[in-house]
């Protein structure tokens, strides 16, 4: 059973900065793809970033190019999200998300396997 468990969500002023974190743990964790998604209230879910199993490969919303980065570390089982010059409209919950199949990074939400539970990121103005 694969786990996926984020942290690092808060409060934060606009301008701010956090950093999430992905744990995973009961699966093989180099052998994902890993993405970043985020999901406002009243809105649909939307991807934020990607990552490919080594690293090398990224993707990421327009809306956040610039001032988000993904990375991973294979070692420790977590994919990380740095989030710089935050707005009010990056207030949502973020979830982490695992997918097995090796077709490079995709945006697609359903294309991924597992899920956390979400981190709650509020940005204030």
């Known amino acids: 059973q694969v786990q996926l468990a984020e942290a690092g969500g808060g409060l934060v002023q606009a301008g701010g900065s956090l950093r999430l974190s992905c744990a995973t743990s009961?699966?093989?964790?180099?052998?994902?793809?890993m993405g970043w998604f985020r999901q406002a209230p009243g809105k649909e879910r939307e991807f934020v970033a990607g990552i490919s199993r080594s690293g090398l490969s990224t993707l990421y919303a327009d809306s956040v190019k610039g001032r988000f980065t993904i990375s991973r570390d294979n070692a420790k089982n977590t994919v990380y999200l740095q989030m710089n010059s935050l707005k009010p409209e990056d207030t949502a919950v973020y979830y982490c998300?695992?997918?097995?199949?090796?077709?490079?990074?995709?945006?697609?939400?359903?294309?991924?396997?597992?899920w956390g539970q979400g981190t709650q990121v509020t940005v204030s103005s």
């Open positions: 009961g699966g093989t964790f180099s052998s994902y793809t």
């Open positions: 998300a695992a997918d097995r199949r090796d077709w490079g990074v995709v945006r697609a939400a359903g294309q991924y396997d597992y």
